[in-house]
Every structure is written in structure tokens, then in C-alpha cells.
């Protein structure tokens, strides 16, 4: 069975750590929210299911590198965008070999280009999961969702080792399946968070209201106009339909509030760079102005650049 070790032990990660350890599996929870970890160590990892039942896990937890012996199979990495190259700081370097895999299933664009720079290209996984979970208090997740993770090569060429990850999931009782046309699915994903992660952080709405008022859903419609067309500039071939899709999957989680009005309203960083500001990077790059991304990243800025007003 694999080794694992997760960076950036919230909802997301906990989750994962949790169902990789029911399956057999070693893992090693590293946060930097020390009373999260030290929740875990002291009474367990409580993970409260769909159905309502709530499991303890026990698993490894620090908020400190490890020497952990044998070195990882697989660095899970599910920290905030913002947070990607600070957070290897805690993978110790014994505790990773030539072999080891890093597998990230963050939110955004430019997570695998940090980590291709600090580990290699060769060795990053990419992915995006429709897994959800909540973090209720230290050492209490909830899971919130149901759904597949799909992950590919930053690379595009397919490391050692995928069959055995494939195997983990599988075990594991997660739907995962690995895909060569990754980037597509990153754009889509990256989609759905421009169309409604600023505006529902701005507004202080759930993702329902973003279909259901009529300005609100115009606003997400023109920021997703121009994330598609930025795609396609970069080669990839988004749904006529996108705007459809989006708005569909705030209207499927109408009652969600989104990770970054999360962020605003606990007054904590965004990771608006790496979902509208990406939009916009690659725009320049293509000589393509998109006016809607630009506007609503520099709000999320203010918004964050005021929390000690007040």
C-alpha cells in the first residue's frame, strides 16, 4: 500500500487522508493550524458523514517537518493556491525519495507550475476532485460531496506509479480515474470558480443567488465569456454551452457558500490570483483584454487589502 503524505490537512485533506487510511494505507497529515493538529493527535481525526455517522481516525498529524521513514509514496498537496511553495517547507526532505509522486488537486491555475519548479516536472500530478468537506472545528470534518477526481500528468507524459494511485483510490472507495486531456478539465473547473467564487465573495451571496438575481448572473456570464475565450487562445476547447454550466452547478449548490466568500468573511487571504487574476495573466499574454476578471480581481484585492478597517 502507499505511503502518503498530505499537505494542507483542512476539509479537503483530511478527507482524503482519512479514506486513504480506512483503505490500509500510512498517512501523515502536515498543517500549519496547529490546533487543528494537535486536535487530531489528542483525540482523533472525526470525520462526520453524508448519512450523518461520525468515524475517528487516527492518523499521524504535525504542523512540523517529519523524518518519516520510508519515504512517501505520494505527497498529497491541498493547501490554498497563495500557500503552495511556503507549504513544502514542511515536507521534510527525508522524508521523499526520487520515486515520489506529488499529486495536486488545488483550486486555480499555476499550482503545478510551482511545484514542477521545486520537484520536477516529471514527478506532478494535476487534478481537479468534486469531492466536498467542511471543516466543522479543529479535528472535525464534514463531508459535504460526492463525486469523481480525475488527475494527469503536468508533464503529459505518465510517471511510475499511476496504477498503484489508481489502486489507492480504488481501495479506498474513491472514484478516480487518470486523464490525458487534464488541462481541459482544469479549464473548466477554473470556469466555474470565475463565474461565481468574486462575485459571491464580494455580494456575501450563496451560489443560488448568483443564477437566481438577474445582475449577479450577468456578472458571472461575462467573467466566464472571457475565461473561455482566453482558453481558447491557449489552445483549449471549452463548451459552446459554459456559461450554461456554470450557472448550473450554482444553481446544484445554491446553498454552498463558496471558498473564497469563506475566506472574505473570516477575513482571510483569497486565492483570487490564481482563479480571475489567472485569467488575466494569460489574457495579457495573448494581447486580450478581459475587463471583467481584471475588475473583479482588483475588488477581491480591496476587500482583502481593507480587513483591518473597522
Known amino acids: 500500500m502507499m505511503r502518503i503524505m498530505v499537505v494542507g490537512a483542512g476539509a479537503m485533506g483530511s478527507l482524503f487522508g482519512a479514506r486513504f487510511a480506512a483503505a490500509g494505507a500510512p498517512v501523515l497529515l502536515l498543517d500549519v493550524d496547529?490546533?487543528?493538529?494537535?486536535?487530531?493527535?489528542?483525540?482523533?481525526?472525526?470525520?462526520?458523514?453524508?448519512?450523518?455517522e461520525e468515524k475517528t481516525f487516527w492518523l499521524e498529524a504535525s504542523s512540523e517537518p517529519v523524518a518519516w521513514h520510508p519515504p512517501a509514496d505520494l505527497v498529497l498537496v491541498m493547501v490554498k493556491s497563495y500557500a503552495t511553495e511556503h507549504a513544502l517547507r514542511l515536507v521534510s526532505p527525508q522524508s521523499v525519495g526520487p520515486r515520489t509522486l506529488f499529486l495536486s488537486l488545488q483550486n486555480g491555475m499555476g499550482n503545478a507550475e510551482i511545484l514542477s519548479r521545486l520537484v520536477g516536472e516529471d514527478r506532478?500530478?494535476?487534478?481537479?476532485?468534486?469531492?466536498?468537506?467542511?471543516?466543522?472545528?479543529p479535528g472535525v470534518v464534514r463531508h459535504g460531496g460526492v463525486g469523481p477526481t480525475f488527475f494527469g500528468s503536468a508533464s503529459g507524459s505518465s510517471p511510475d506509479g499511476i496504477s498503484d494511485l489508481l489502486d489507492l483510490f480504488s481501495a479506498a472507495g474513491?472514484?478516480?480515474?487518470?486523464?490525458?486531456?487534464?488541462?481541459?478539465?482544469?479549464?473548466?473547473?477554473?470556469?466555474?470558480?470565475v463565474g461565481i467564487n468574486a462575485v459571491t465573495a464580494l455580494c456575501g451571496i450563496d451560489n443560488g443567488t448568483v443564477a437566481a438575481l438577474d445582475p449577479a448572473?450577468?456578472?458571472?456570464?461575462?467573467?466566464?465569456?472571457?475565461?473561455?475565450?482566453?482558453?481558447?487562445?491557449?489552445?483549449?476547447?471549452?463548451?459552446?454551452?459554459?456559461?450554461?454550466?456554470?450557472?448550473?452547478?450554482?444553481?446544484?449548490?445554491a446553498s454552498n457558500r463558496s471558498s473564497m466568500r469563506q475566506d472574505v468573511e473570516g477575513r482571510r487571504p483569497t486565492e483570487i490570483e490564481a482563479i480571475n487574476g489567472a485569467v488575466v495573466r494569460l489574457a495579457r499574454k495573448h494581447g486580450m483584454a478581459v475587463p471583467v476578471n481584471w475588475t473583479l480581481t482588483q475588488l477581491v484585492k480591496i476587500r482583502e487589502l481593507s480587513y483591518g478597517d473597522g
Do not use: F, S
Not at 124 to 137: F, R
Not at 218 to 223: G, S, T, V, Y
Not at 225 to 246: K, N, S
Open 174 to 193: 474513491l472514484e478516480a480515474a487518470y486523464r490525458p486531456d487534464i488541462r481541459d478539465l482544469l479549464w473548466h473547473k477554473l470556469c466555474v470558480n
Open 34 to 52: 496547529a490546533h487543528h493538529v494537535a486536535a487530531i493527535r489528542t483525540h482523533g481525526l472525526r470525520l462526520k458523514e453524508l448519512a450523518g
Open 124 to 137: 506532478v500530478l494535476v487534478g481537479v476532485t468534486a469531492q466536498g468537506a467542511t471543516k466543522a472545528a
Open 217 to 253: 448572473r450577468r456578472l458571472c456570464e461575462a467573467a466566464v465569456m472571457e475565461a473561455v475565450a482566453v482558453a481558447r487562445a491557449e489552445g483549449i476547447d471549452l463548451p459552446e454551452d459554459m456559461t450554461a454550466r456554470v450557472l448550473a452547478v450554482a444553481e446544484a449548490t
